[in-house]
């Protein structure tokens, strides 16, 4: 699973207005719904977040489809993005894996959760992995 949040929304909306900041939605589901395989699925979890579900995919690959995504949407150009903190549309990425990271689909939407929120909290524009935070409390 990839969980995605598009970094400083808030700000974007509340500086380009409401019309703009679906275009930047409707910008990063474009990216979304041409990146992955299709045996994937992407969907709109609910205001600037998305999730791009990836059955039958390792770590590995999910990881590469993640920064892939996170690459084109920091390169694609927005209206007003030079306004913006990192002067570009960025998205923070978590990444989680069945059945590692947990052993139902709300256990792993919550480590996919935590990884993305450390993306936010690292820098943002970032991908993090559940398992990446899980080898981070084991060697602390």
């Known amino acids: 699973m990839i969980f995605c949040d ?3 929304f808030k700000h974007y909306n509340d500086r380009n ?3 703009a900041g679906d ?5 990063v589901a474009e990216v979304l ?6 045996t994937d699925f992407a969907a709109r979890y609910g205001g ?6 990836c059955p039958q995919t390792p770590l ?8 892939r995504i996170r690459e084109n949407i920091a390169n694609k150009p927005f209206p007003f993005m030079e306004f913006q903190p990192l002067k570009k549309i960025s998205i923070s990425i978590g990444v989680a894996t069945y059945p590692f990271d947990g052993k139902t689909s709300d256990e792993v939407l919550k480590s996919a959760d935590e990884a993305l929120y450390n993306s936010k909290t690292n820098g943002r524009n970032q991908v993090t992995s559940s398992y990446q935070l899980k080898e981070k409390k084991n060697a602390a």
């Open 6 to 8: 598009v970094d400083n």
């Open 17 to 19: 207005g409401h019309p």
């Open 23 to 27: 275009e930047v939605l409707k910008g």
């Open 33 to 38: 719904r041409t990146n992955p395989r299709n």
């Open 48 to 53: 600037e977040e998305f999730v791009v579900l």
């Open 60 to 67: 590995e690959s999910a990881l590469v489809l993640a920064e």
